[in-house]
């Protein structure tokens, strides 16, 4: 629905949040590594969770390269259905509707998806924060950039190109 004046800020604010946490709801996997959203405004920030079951190299400990991969693309991923939602949801009309219905569109598919790692992953929590380069009807360009307590200081980043899926594509 179209921002009305007179519906109160936190009213807009939570159907924004329910509408996120359904997005999110929808990938167990995402539960299941420990990540979460953080919405201000239109911009996302991922939080990978710390624990113990995320290290890959006892030794140091560093988080696994593979759960760090995961972060990443999770990352982009619910970045470019956000973005579109957040589209539909300013527009309003049938697709805001549609949304507050939860009815979402197609999760992307990923083409391919490459990542540098800078440094290890330390034992503590991740954030990462994706921007879409080019988002099109059929394909999309992501760029993603994790780090943990200085966000100066990348561990890892990525980039990943997605098809855009349609309701007609199942």
């Known amino acids: 629905m179209k921002q009305d004046a007179r519906e109160p800020v936190q009213a807009i604010k939570q159907r924004r949040d329910g509408a996120l946490r359904q997005i999110v709801e ?5 539960r299941h590594l420990g990540v979460s959203f953080d919405r201000r405004g239109d911009e996302l920030t991922a ?20 759960a760090t991969g995961a972060f990443l693309e999770i990352t982009a991923i619910i970045e470019l259905v956000w973005q579109g939602v957040w589209e539909q949801m300013e527009r309003g009309g049938p697709e805001a509707q549609a949304i507050e219905a939860g009815q979402f569109p197609p999760f992307p598919r990923t083409i391919d998806f490459t990542v540098d790692y800078l440094r290890p992953g330390l034992a503590r929590d991740a954030y990462a924060r994706a921007r879409v380069n080019r988002v099109g009807r059929r394909y999309a360009s992501v760029h993603v950039e994790a780090w943990q307590d200085n966000r100066a200081r990348l561990f890892a980043q990525a980039t990943g190109h997605f098809l855009m899926q349609t309701d007609e594509d199942g």
């Open 47 to 66: 939080q990978l969770s710390f624990t113990p079951n995320l290290v890959g190299n006892p030794a140091l400990p560093a988080l696994h390269g593979g």
């Open 26 to 30: 929808r990938v167990p996997y995402i």
